[in-house]
C-alpha cells in the first residue's frame, strides 16, 4: 500500500511539472517549475531530468530553460484521432474556413469549461497560434452556450455560480443566460458578439451524438468587421447548422422523428434558404 502511495505521488508530481508549462510561459528555469508546482528545487530538477529522457520537455543547452517536448505532441495527436467527434468534424471544419475564410472551431464541454478540439484559420482570420487543447468560460463563447443547451437551469448555476465578466458585453446575470439560451434553443444555434474578446465575433450550433445529446459544438468565427453578423448572420447560421448536422449524422444521430413518422430537419425554418457552400444538412 506504501509503494502504491509513492507511486501515485510521483506520477501527480510530474503532472505537476508538466502542467506548470501551461501557465503561459514558454520557457521555464527549475526554480519557476519548483514554485508553479510547490515542490522543492531538487526534487524539481529530478523530475525535469526524468521527463527530459521520455522527450517530455527539452532543455536548452545555451539558456539552460526547459519547454515541452515532443512525448505530449504524440500523445495529444493520438488521443484526437481517436475522438469520434473529432474524426467527424475534422475534413467538414477544414472546408468551412477555406470557404468561409473565417475561423471554424469544434469543442466539448469538461467540467465548467469548453475544450478545443480542432480550430482551423480562413485567410480573413489568421492567428499565431492553435485554439486546440485550450479551454474558454462556457457562458461568454458560442460553442459554450450551446454546449450549456444540454443542462438545465439548476445544473448550470450549480456549474456556474457567479459568471465572470471578460468585457462589458458578457452576460454575467443568470437570468440574461436563460433568456439566451432559449433563444439558441428555439432557433437552433448560438452568437457571441465581443463577450469574450472585444472586436471578435461567432455563430455556433450544437452537436448531437446517437442519443441525441448535445456532445460537442461548432462555430464560425472571426474579427467583427470580416464576419458582418448583421448582414451574414442568417447565412453563416444555416451553414453553421447544416455543418453540425452533418457531423452529428455521422455520430449516429438521425434527428427528430416528424409528425408522419419521417425525419424532420433541424436546421429552423429562420435559418433556412439557399443551399449553404459547405456541409451537407439533412435537409
Known sequence: MASDQSNNQSVERAAS?????????????????AKATGLGTSTASRLL???????FVERDPI????????????????????HPVHREARQIAQ????????????????????FYLLNFEGRNAPRSFV?????KPLHATGIGKCLLL???????????????????????????????LAVAAHRGYATEIEELALS????????????????AAISISGPLSVIDLPARQDELARVVIESADSISVGLGYVGPVGPHGSLGSSVPPQAQGPAAPVGQGRG
Open 150 to 180: 444540454a443542462l438545465d437551469p439548476a445544473e448550470r448555476r450549480a456549474m456556474i455560480p457567479r459568471p465572470t465578466g471578460f468585457t462589458p458585453y458578457t452576460i454575467t446575470e443568470h437570468e440574461r443566460l436563460d433568456e439566451e
Open 95 to 114: 472546408d468551412l474556413a477555406a470557404v468561409l475564410g473565417l475561423g471554424a472551431n469544434v469543442a466539448v464541454r469538461r467540467g465548467d469549461t469548453m
Open 200 to 215: 471578435r465575433a461567432c455563430v455556433a450550433a450544437p452537436i448531437r451524438d446517437a442519443s441525441g445529446t448535445i456532445v
Open 17 to 33: 511539472v508538466l502542467n506548470a508549462f501551461l501557465a503561459g510561459r514558454p520557457e521555464l528555469r527549475v526554480s519557476d517549475v
Open 131 to 135: 485554439l486546440t487543447g485550450q479551454r
Open 63 to 82: 539558456s539552460g530553460l526547459y519547454r515541452l517536448g515532443t512525448a505530449p505532441i504524440t500523445l495529444g495527436g493520438v488521443a484526437l484521432n481517436q
Open 49 to 55: 531530468a526524468t521527463l527530459e529522457s521520455l522527450d
